[in-house]
């Protein structure tokens, strides 16, 4: 361990240097004497790529063929039911009031018998892509949509299916998807974030959803809590009022050198540098944020065509933020769990549906518009579905259905994927994915594939082992591939 001899140091800090010096070298005498420990391997010794450079969000080529270069996540968080939105299932009909033949999976809560739909579902476009009602906007482009119905996930709870989406892993702490994106591939624009995060109040597991973990912090998630409406509330203390910019950079100059010195005091600390880079993106933020947030400056034609909801409003702002060089942008439907329908799925649905098909139909038609559809990847869905047979409540049955890790959908479209396509099936209820099963490492090694990466390749070196999205899964998925 390297030391500063000019600096007095506390007699703790003396004990601990020496000490876990010490304990090291007894460490590695023992492990050698067991034939364990041999020369360091090039992934021990190598340098990461983002440390390669001044600035760690610098924009980087993909080292393969890339078909999109951004993505906006559109999250419904709390489980959108397959069965009343892109997977119509009449045989629910024929059993109403009547047990699945087959029986019920386990799911979080006791189930009952089928549950019919509420909505009515069509068929849209020349790929005939049957949707329900409540998403009829957005079904106007069925034939860019290449929708999943077989996806499934591990576990029927929000935290763990949740964290498994967004970061690979349900239960230990695990960069996000978002942070592996910006680790991988930088940002092009080195006044804003490579990663924002937006959600009018918090999902369940918070944070942890954009986490950057072990990678390095400043390739965390950027959050911002679109319940404020106006740019500079937004993002808090984009303005300093006090002193002028100039001012301000020679702070941050003398700021940075004396964070340096106090670096190169102590061992190479990850978390000191993403400091010392939030600062900095702080101060160039302030010529180009309030600008990207501030949907006011769109003609009003385009917020008309967006509409009026806070869902609208978030699409509005990914579509400026990818447009000025973000990588990639995740927009969550709202507080906690708000598609989490246990009761009453006929009226929450129909509402959240409106809430945000307005918005997200808007969004396909700009990117298409401005020349952005083709590179963007827009994924959009939940942790999971929910189940075909009613919720039991009290015993008795309710109006709504519970979580369903065993089959649901997502939909993907522009970036690269295939238009006007339906991957996969469920059985005949909606209960299972039977058919082209994807998992949620597969969705993972598939969007990293489009990105122009190989999912095992894309790896970072923590604890002795070398760590990625899918973990030590994941294929991608060739089919929805256009």
């Known amino acids: 361990m390297n030391h500063d001899f000019r600096r007095p140091i506390s007699r703790r800090e003396a004990l601990c240097q020496a000490g876990t010096g010490f304990g090291v070298f007894g460490l590695a005498s023992l492990l050698r004497d067991a034939g364990l420990l041999g020369a360091a391997s090039a ?26 270069k951004r993505v906006i996540h559109i999250y419904l968080n709390g489980g959108p039911s397959q069965v009343d939105t892109f997977d119509p299932k009449p045989m629910l009909n024929r059993f109403e009031g009547k047990m699945l033949p087959q029986g019920n999976l ?15 579902f069509r068929k849209y476009g020349q790929s005939g892509i049957p949707v329900s009602e409540i998403f009829a906007r957005t079904a106007e482009h069925a034939d860019d949509l290449c929708v999943i119905r077989s996806m499934q ?5 929000h935290e763990q299916s949740m964290r498994l989406m967004n970061c690979g892993d349900e239960r230990l702490s695990r960069p996000s998807m978002g942070a592996w994106l910006t680790y991988g591939m930088g940002s092009e624009n080195e006044n804003l974030p490579g990663y924002v995060s937006m959600c009018p109040g918090l999902p369940v597991a918070d944070v942890s959803n954009w986490r950057s973990a072990f990678l390095p912090g400043v390739f965390q998630g950027t959050y911002i809590d679109t319940r404020k409406a106006k740019a500079e509330d937004l993002i808090e203390n984009i303005r300093n009022t006090v002193v002028s910019q100039g001012e301000q950079r020679r ?80 927009l969550f439907h709202g507080d906690v769990q708000p598609w989490d329908s246990h009761d009453n799925i006929a009226t929450a649905h129909r509402n959240l549906g409106n809430e945000c098909d307005q918005g997200i139909a808007a969004l396909l038609t700009d990117l298409k518009q401005r020349g952005l559809f083709e ?4 994924l959009c869905g939940g942790e999971f579905g929910r189940t075909p047979a009613v919720e039991l409540v009290g015993g008795k049955p309710g109006m709504g259905r519970d979580h369903n890790h065993w089959g649901f959908s997502v939909w993907l479209a522009g970036g690269g994927v ?19 099963v994807v998992h949620v490492h597969d969705l993972h090694a598939t969007i990293l594939h489009l990105l122009g990466f190989d999912h095992t390749k894309l790896t970072y070196r923590y604890a002795g082992r070398d760590f990625r999205l899918t973990d030590v899964h994941g294929n991608v998925v060739k089919d929805v591939l256009a």
């Not at 992934?43 to 999109?68: E, F, G, K, S, Y």
């Not at 003398?254 to 702080?282: G, T, V, W």
């Open 43 to 68: 992934a021990d010794t190598a340098v990461p790529a983002h440390a390669q450079t001044a600035n760690p969000l610098a924009p980087r080529p993909a080292p393969l063929p890339a078909r999109a």
């Open 153 to 157: 996930a591990n576990t029927p709870n």
């Open 251 to 330: 702070q941050l100059d003398l700021l940075a050198e004396l964070n340096r010195r106090h670096q190169r005091q102590r061992a190479e600390d990850d978390k000191l540098d993403a400091r010392i880079a939030s600062f900095e993106l702080a101060y160039r933020m302030q010529m180009e944020a309030t600008d990207a947030f501030d949907v006011e400056q769109e003609p009003q034609h385009v917020r008309d065509m967006y509409g009026p909801s806070v869902q609208a409003r978030q699409l509005l702002i990914a579509r400026r933020l990818i447009e000025r060089g973000v990588r990639f942008v995740q």
């Open 418 to 436: 295939k238009g006007g396509h339906i991957h996969g099936a469920t059985d005949d209820f909606g209960y299972k994915a039977v058919e082209d």
């Open 375 to 378: 590179d963007t990847l827009v």
């Open 106 to 120: 386990s799911t979080e809560r006791k189930t009952g018998t089928a549950l019919p739909s509420p909505f009515k």
